[in-house]
């Protein structure tokens, strides 16, 4: 008799079957957890698509969109347009997000400069070492590589 024959069988023997030999025979485990962590996943690579789509977009402080952003505007219209909701400002939009450290960071996670305590420019994570942002008066948003040590990262919930 093959493995395969076998399963049933024992199964039958043993009355009742562990998460573990469902999934070992094909069926299926659900993880705590691991639907709204694919859901956040897919927020954030829609909304990293959307400021990439922005390329070129001037600087415009206080701006949120669609033609003209500052660098809070920029994350709070991608997240909107990819379904997540987000306060206006850098400082506030840190506020709301999980803080997780750089070794966990993933392309589409916002990425927050900071001086002491302090908040003051905010990007998305592309991958790399480089941001999608708007920033500062007479520049357009664009990807660059992130220039300093004093940043925080977030994931949006």
Not at 132 to 151: E, F, M, Y
Request: charged share 20%; aromatic share 10%; hydrophobic share 40%.
């Amino acid at each position: 008799m093959s493995a395969l024959n076998r399963v049933p069988s024992l199964m039958a023997r043993a009355g009742t079957a562990s998460a573990l030999t469902l999934a070992a025979i094909g069926g299926s485990v659900v993880v705590p957890g691991a639907a709204s962590e694919a859901a956040a996943a897919t927020y954030a690579t829609k909304a990293l698509k959307i400021a990439a789509s922005k390329k070129g977009s001037p600087y415009a402080w206080g701006a949120v969109g669609p033609r003209r952003f500052d660098c809070s505007g920029l994350t709070l219209y991608s997240f909107k347009k990819a379904g997540k909701k987000l306060p206006r400002t850098a400082a506030q939009q840190y506020n709301k997000t999980r803080h997780i450290s750089a070794k966990s960071r993933k392309a589409g996670d916002l990425v927050f400069f900071h001086s002491g305590r302090s908040v003051y420019h905010v990007g998305i994570y592309a991958g790399k070492g480089k941001i999608w942002h708007a920033p500062k008066t007479g520049d357009v948003v664009r990807l660059q590589k992130i220039w300093t040590g004093s940043v925080w990262y977030g994931r949006v919930k």
